[in-house]
Nanobody
Framework: QVQLVESGGGLVQPGGSLRLSCAAS????????MNWYRQAPGKERELVAT????????IYADSVKGRFTISRDNAKNTVYLQMNSLKPEDAAVYYC?????????WGQGTQVTVSS
């Protein structure tokens, strides 16, 4: 069964950095695009970044372009989100996601708090 386990969230000051990880299992990781989403309190879940199967192409939300970098290690079945120059508006629960066989799969999420 598909499992996605996020880690790496925490409290960081504005301007700081965090690296999120998502360990995947239960499916052929290298065969699927992977996504990071986030959801802030009172807001809809939004797509932050997408990476293609081989990692050769990435897409970012306008709000994070130039600050966040998505990457993957297919040998480790892991996708990462490097977040730099964090802003208070980046605070949210961040979720790893894969769309596989007409189903969306989600991890449990990892909390990112940006505050001085």
């Amino acid at each position: 069964q598909v499992q996605l386990v996020e880690s790496g969230g925490g409290l960081v000051q504005p301007g700081g950095s965090l690296r999120l990880s998502c360990a995947a299992s239960g499916f052929t990781f290298s065969a699927y695009n992977m996504n990071w989403y986030r959801q802030a309190p009172g807001k809809e879940r939004e797509l932050v970044a997408t990476i293609t199967t081989a990692g050769t192409s990435t897409i970012y939300a306008d709000s994070v372009k130039g600050r966040f970098t998505i990457s993957r290690d297919n040998a480790k079945n892991t996708v990462y989100l490097q977040m730099n120059s964090l802003k208070p508006e980046d605070a949210a629960v961040y979720y790893c996601n894969v769309y596989r066989r007409w189903n969306n799969y989600w991890g449990q999420g990892t909390q990112v708090t940006v505050s001085s």
